[in-house]
């Protein structure tokens, strides 16, 4: 397994090393969206620091991306697999990262998809599968960023507390 995240870490430009190895390996089993603190619950024995460099890395180089829920915490999603259009305009996901950019169309911003936050828990889940729909911006417009979060409450949160 080890192998296999040093490989997906070089093919992102990031050098493997034993810490960062760790701490691919643990937040890819978050099934949420996971904060800082998070991370850090899971690994007593890394500095802060160090959690934080690697989190930084990972984000500059497309591997985990950031999004505000309103908790006041920052939180990081780990991003989908590059996305790439055919000469016919329809998407497909490629199995290797094309930082050459020979893939044509290469999608930017791979991570624009829908989250859902509990309001009773604070975990945000990512629906990967649901794309931000597209809106129209006034013409000159630089779009920066696009965050599309619903909130509501969890399954499990819901099974525990149901509304009254």
Same mark, same amino acid.
């Given at each position: 397994?080890?192998?296999?995240? /040093? ?5 992102? $430009? ?14 890819? *089993?978050? $099934?949420? /969206? ?14 802060? %620091?160090?959690?934080?460099? /690697?989190?930084?890395?990972?984000v500059?180089? *497309?591997?985990?991306?950031?999004? *505000?829920?309103? %908790? &006041? ?11 790439? =259009?055919?000469? *016919? &305009?329809?998407?497909h996901?490629?199995?290797?990262? =094309?930082? $050459?950019? %020979? ?13 859902l ?8 889940? =990512?629906?990967?599968?649901?794309r ?25 949160? /819901?099974?525990?507390?149901?509304? %009254?």
């Open positions: 397994m080890n192998e296999e995240i /040093a490989q997906h870490l070089q093919n992102h $430009d990031v050098r493997p090393t034993a810490v960062r190895i760790m701490i691919w390996r643990t937040l890819k *089993d978050f $099934d949420y /969206a996971f904060s800082m603190a998070d991370l850090e619950g899971l690994l007593p024995t890394v500095d802060r %620091s160090t959690i934080f460099r /690697a989190l930084t890395l990972f500059e180089h *497309d591997l985990l991306h950031t999004l *505000d829920d309103g %908790s &006041g915490e920052k939180k990081y999603c780990i991003c989908l697999e590059h996305v790439h =259009c055919d000469d *016919d &305009g329809k998407e996901e490629c199995q290797h990262v =094309c930082l $050459d950019g %020979s893939c044509a169309h290469h999608h930017h911003n791979l991570c624009q998809h829908v989250h936050t509990c309001s009773v828990c604070g975990k945000t889940y =990512c629906l990967k599968n649901e931000i729909p597209e809106v129209h911006v006034p013409e000159g417009f630089q779009v920066e960023s696009i965050q599309y979060i619903i909130h509501g409450v969890c399954p499990k949160c /819901a099974h525990y507390h149901p509304k %009254s």
